[in-house]
Protein backbone atom coordinates (compact mmCIF):
# COMPACT_ATOMS: atom_id res chain seq x y z
CA UNK A 1 0.00 0.00 0.00
CA UNK A 2 1.36 3.46 -0.78
CA UNK A 3 0.41 6.40 0.09
CA UNK A 4 1.02 10.31 -0.21
CA UNK A 5 0.71 13.34 1.98
CA UNK A 6 0.45 16.49 0.82
CA UNK A 7 2.12 19.55 2.37
CA UNK A 8 -1.09 22.04 3.34
CA UNK A 9 1.08 24.38 6.09
CA UNK A 10 2.65 27.43 5.30
CA UNK A 11 6.32 27.71 5.52
CA UNK A 12 6.07 31.47 5.59
CA UNK A 13 4.52 31.24 9.28
CA UNK A 14 6.34 28.09 9.97
CA UNK A 15 3.34 26.43 9.90
CA UNK A 16 3.78 22.77 9.34
CA UNK A 17 1.30 19.97 8.30
CA UNK A 18 0.40 17.58 6.15
CA UNK A 19 -2.80 16.29 4.70
CA UNK A 20 -3.52 12.92 6.40
CA UNK A 21 -1.25 13.25 9.05
CA UNK A 22 -2.57 14.03 12.61
CA UNK A 23 0.14 15.89 14.96
CA UNK A 24 1.49 14.83 18.25
CA UNK A 25 2.03 17.82 20.75
CA UNK A 26 4.81 16.41 23.20
CA UNK A 27 5.01 18.18 26.34
CA UNK A 28 6.50 16.62 29.77
CA UNK A 29 8.78 18.18 32.44
CA UNK A 30 11.58 18.00 29.66
CA UNK A 31 10.13 18.73 26.57
CA UNK A 32 7.37 21.62 26.06
CA UNK A 33 5.88 22.56 23.34
CA UNK A 34 7.41 19.92 20.55
CA UNK A 35 5.46 19.11 17.82
CA UNK A 36 6.16 15.14 16.06
CA UNK A 37 4.52 14.67 12.23
CA UNK A 38 4.85 10.87 11.45
CA UNK A 39 4.79 11.66 7.67
CA UNK A 40 5.55 8.13 6.34
CA UNK A 41 5.35 4.87 8.83
CA UNK A 42 3.12 2.20 9.68
CA UNK A 43 -0.22 4.18 9.03
CA UNK A 44 1.10 3.75 5.51
CA UNK A 45 2.42 0.54 5.20
CA UNK A 46 6.05 1.22 5.67
CA UNK A 47 7.23 -2.49 6.25
CA UNK A 48 11.03 -0.88 7.38
CA UNK A 49 11.00 2.62 8.21
CA UNK A 50 9.33 5.82 9.94
CA UNK A 51 10.24 9.08 8.44
CA UNK A 52 9.02 11.90 11.30
CA UNK A 53 9.15 15.75 11.37
CA UNK A 54 9.53 17.28 14.13
CA UNK A 55 9.05 21.09 14.86
CA UNK A 56 11.09 22.37 18.23
CA UNK A 57 9.53 26.05 19.43
CA UNK A 58 12.80 28.76 20.27
CA UNK A 59 14.52 27.82 23.30
CA UNK A 60 13.29 24.24 23.70
CA UNK A 61 14.67 21.30 22.89
CA UNK A 62 14.15 17.22 22.11
CA UNK A 63 14.64 14.72 25.00
CA UNK A 64 17.91 14.03 26.42
CA UNK A 65 17.65 10.37 25.33
CA UNK A 66 19.63 6.66 24.67
CA UNK A 67 18.47 3.45 23.12
CA UNK A 68 19.43 0.63 20.71
CA UNK A 69 17.90 2.32 17.92
CA UNK A 70 19.80 4.85 14.98
CA UNK A 71 18.47 7.69 13.99
CA UNK A 72 19.08 9.65 10.40
CA UNK A 73 18.22 13.52 11.00
CA UNK A 74 18.43 16.75 8.61
CA UNK A 75 17.59 20.17 9.20
CA UNK A 76 15.04 21.62 7.20
CA UNK A 77 14.75 25.22 9.09
CA UNK A 78 16.26 27.09 11.74
CA UNK A 79 19.03 26.23 14.04
CA UNK A 80 20.27 23.10 16.45
CA UNK A 81 22.99 22.72 19.00
CA UNK A 82 23.32 19.27 18.76
CA UNK A 83 24.80 16.74 21.55
CA UNK A 84 26.01 13.37 20.77
CA UNK A 85 28.13 11.40 23.92
CA UNK A 86 30.15 14.35 24.87
CA UNK A 87 30.75 16.08 21.39
CA UNK A 88 28.15 19.09 20.58
CA UNK A 89 27.66 20.47 16.87
CA UNK A 90 26.02 23.49 15.37
CA UNK A 91 23.50 22.79 12.60
CA UNK A 92 21.61 24.74 10.19
CA UNK A 93 19.61 23.85 7.15
CA UNK A 94 20.25 21.25 5.04
CA UNK A 95 22.72 19.95 7.61
CA UNK A 96 23.01 16.12 8.45
CA UNK A 97 23.41 13.61 11.29
CA UNK A 98 23.79 10.28 12.00
CA UNK A 99 22.89 9.10 15.24
CA UNK A 100 24.23 5.42 16.42
CA UNK A 101 22.62 3.80 18.77
CA UNK A 102 23.08 3.89 22.56
CA UNK A 103 24.51 7.16 21.49
CA UNK A 104 23.54 9.89 24.26
CA UNK A 105 21.70 12.78 22.31
CA UNK A 106 20.12 15.39 22.39
CA UNK A 107 18.61 18.59 19.54
CA UNK A 108 18.20 22.11 21.23
CA UNK A 109 16.79 24.99 19.01
CA UNK A 110 19.80 27.63 19.43
CA UNK A 111 18.03 30.20 16.78
CA UNK A 112 15.38 33.21 17.12
CA UNK A 113 12.89 30.94 15.01
CA UNK A 114 11.58 27.41 15.54
CA UNK A 115 13.61 24.09 14.46
CA UNK A 116 12.35 21.64 12.39
CA UNK A 117 13.72 18.41 11.10
CA UNK A 118 13.17 14.69 9.44
CA UNK A 119 14.31 12.03 11.40
CA UNK A 120 14.42 8.37 9.76
CA UNK A 121 14.09 5.36 12.29
CA UNK A 122 13.38 1.69 11.97
CA UNK A 123 10.13 1.37 12.15
CA UNK A 124 10.66 -1.60 14.68
CA UNK A 125 12.52 1.37 16.32
CA UNK A 126 9.07 3.20 16.34
CA UNK A 127 7.37 0.58 18.05
CA UNK A 128 5.15 -0.72 14.84
Known sequence: MSAVHRFKGDRSSNDYAWEGVDPLLIHTDEVQGVIKNVLVGPQDGAPNFVIRYFHVPVGDN??????????????????????????????????????????IHQLVNIGDEPLGFMCVITREAAGA
Do not use: W
Open 62 to 103: TFFDQHTHEHGIVILHGKAKVQIGDDFHELGPLDSVFISGND
